[in-house]
């Protein structure tokens, strides 16, 4: 075991624990801070993929009309030759 006196032991104590206080206090401030932004993100991605799927069904209602208006117009060939 180390020999040392006791005021310098006091003092490395105190100077410990008050070093982990300050520790502690900092990662709480740091995680508090970084939750409202973590949450924001979730909200906006499930915005935007909402959007996307508006914009994917648009899409697709498109492309379903393109394609009925090609066999129709495929009908309307058979017929005429």
Same mark, same amino acid.
């Given at each position: 075991?180390?020999?040392? %006196?006791?005021? $310098?032991?006091? %003092?490395? =104590?105190?100077?410990?624990?008050?070093? =982990? *206080?300050?520790?502690?206090?900092?990662?709480?401030?740091?995680?508090?801070?970084?939750?409202?932004?973590? #949450? &924001?993100? /979730?909200? /906006?991605? #499930?915005? &935007?993929?909402? +959007? *996307?799927?508006?914009?994917?069904?648009? $899409?697709?209602? /498109? =492309?379903?009309?393109? +394609?009925? #208006?090609? $066999? $129709?117009? +495929? &009908?309307?060939?058979? /017929?005429?030759?």
């Amino acid at each position: 075991m180390l020999t040392c %006196k006791n005021k $310098i032991f006091n %003092k490395f =104590l105190f100077f410990s624990l008050v070093f =982990l *206080i300050v520790s502690f206090a900092v990662n709480s401030v740091i995680v508090y801070a970084l939750e409202p932004v973590e #949450k &924001k993100r /979730h909200l /906006h991605n #499930k915005v &935007k993929a909402a +959007e *996307i799927q508006v914009q994917q069904r648009e $899409i697709l209602d /498109h =492309l379903e009309r393109i +394609e009925n #208006k090609m $066999i $129709i117009s +495929e &009908k309307r060939r058979r /017929h005429v030759n």
